[in-house]
């Protein structure tokens, strides 16, 4: 079942997160997760098998100004290692896409650390294309 995460659910998010590779305590993880319930741009869901949280995908909404249409990023996309292979992340993936449409996106874009050559796999799978690299700089 895919469904809205709820701020408690934090501390298997903040598991999933880990498994991502950004560590974090359930307390941090339960105010962002208010966060982002409190902004109409950004959504998280949970999938839930058996009463689990098994995995998440979350989605941010961006003005783009180099296209008249909303683009949306997918973020935090991850199924815990047990549940991998199961067509979770593709269900995931699916709720993120529909929700983007439903605001008005024409484009949805990820990020994808260059070690994650399964990743690349799923999501190619899936329809996307790499494009371009990613840069970030700490402020």
């Given at each position: ?31 962002r997760l208010e966060r ?98 990613r840069f970030v700089k700490?402020?």
């Open positions: 079942m895919i469904r809205d995460a709820r701020p408690t659910d934090a501390a298997p998010i903040a598991e999933l997160l880990g498994e991502l590779g950004y560590p974090a305590e359930a307390a941090p993880v339960q105010r982002i319930a409190d902004d109409p741009s950004s959504k998280l869901f949970v999938a839930e098998v058996n009463g689990e949280i098994a995995g998440l995908g979350g989605l941010h909404v961006l003005p783009l100004v180099e296209h008249d249409e909303l683009g949306c990023m997918l973020t935090a996309m991850v199924v815990g290692a047990e549940h991998r292979r199961q067509g979770i992340g593709a269900e995931l993936v699916g709720a993120v896409e529909r929700e983007a449409r439903m605001c008005g996106c024409s484009r949805l874009v990820l990020s994808s650390a260059d070690r994650r050559l399964d990743a690349h796999a799923f999501y190619e799978s899936l329809g996307f294309e790499a494009t371009g690299r700490p402020l």
